[in-house]
């Protein structure tokens, strides 16, 4: 599987960006997808996941209702709609699929160690 993320840019405080992330593979349907971030000398951290049907989300605290996820299965692409950015949003932003599981039914999700495909990562700054 191979996974190419897009978007990510220079906003400043309060602007929107949208990532998008395309995936290879012709069961993307069954795979959860994830996004995550690393911030300079940061542990790489969950942001929001979404199950294989798109039906069920779940998101960080820290963005939960500012960043929305969601996936076009018929584009093998997956999307994060970040609005309200705030510069704490700074980070490398990655994609991930867990190609073993389709619901979002643990909690395990949320854990780097559960995706076992990544993106590339794309940069977003948010400036103040």
């Known amino acids: 599987v191979q996974l190419q993320a897009s978007g990510g840019g220079l906003v400043q405080a309060g602007g929107s960006l949208r990532l998008s992330c395309a995936a290879s593979g012709r069961t993307f349907s069954s795979w959860i997808m994830g996004w995550f971030r690393q911030a300079p000398g940061k542990e790489r951290e969950f942001v929001t996941a979404i199950s294989g049907s798109g039906g069920n989300t779940y998101y960080a605290d820290s963005v939960k209702g500012r960043f929305t996820i969601s996936r076009d299965n018929a584009k093998n692409t997956v999307y994060l709609q970040m609005n309200s950015l705030k510069p704490e949003d700074t980070a490398v932003y990655y994609c991930?699929?867990?190609?073993?599981?389709?619901?979002?039914?643990?909690?395990?999700?949320?854990?780097?160690?559960?995706?076992?495909?990544w993106g590339q990562g794309t940069q977003v700054t948010v400036s103040s």
């Open positions: 991930a699929v867990d190609t073993l599981r389709k619901e979002l039914d643990h909690l395990t999700f949320q854990f780097v160690s559960e995706y076992d495909f």
